[in-house]
C-alpha cells in the first residue's frame, strides 16, 4: 500500500488500485420503539466488555461496511444486534459535529414494530453484547447509557431532536 498526505486526512493506495481515505468515520444508530400497555418501549443492547464503553447499554449502533449504503448499515447493525427485520425507517438526525464520540459522522433513524419482538444476537460478533431488552422509556435513568444514548431518545420522545 502507498501513503500519500494531504493536509490532515492521508490516502492510500492499494495495490489493486482502489482509493481509500483515512477521514473521519460514518456510523449509523437506530431508535427501535414499540408500543405495549400505553407504554412506550425501545430495544437496548449491554455492550460486551471488551467494547467501547463496554458494560453499558445503547441502542443499536455501529459503522457503515465497505460497499454500504446508510440504510443496508442501519438495518445491518439492528439484524445482528436485535435479531429483527425493519419495515419503515426515518432519518432522525446526522450528527455530524467534530465535539461528537471519535468525531464520528453518525446518521440517526428511527423505526417502530408492532410488537415487543423477541431480541437476539445473534448475529453480532462474540463479546459484542452481553443482553438485550426492551427498557420502558419512562425507565431510561435506571440504566448507565452510553454515547448519550438516554438523552438522545428523551429529545426523540419530546419531538426536540435537531
Known sequence: MVEYKSMKNKRYMTTCGKEIWDNRSAAVCVHVYSWRGGEVYVAALKRGEGMDQGGLWCMSCGYLDWDE?????????????????????????IDDSPAAHKQNITV????????LLELNSDGAEDGEVQELRWIKVTELGDYEWAFGHAEMIQRDMAGDFR
Open 69 to 93: 449504503t446508510l440504510e443496508e448499515g442501519a438495518r445491518r447493525e439492528v439484524r445482528e444486534e436485535l435479531g429483527l427485520e425493519l419495515g419503515g425507517m426515518a432519518l432522525l438526525r
Open 108 to 115: 440517526t433513524y428511527r423505526s417502530w414494530v408492532d410488537d
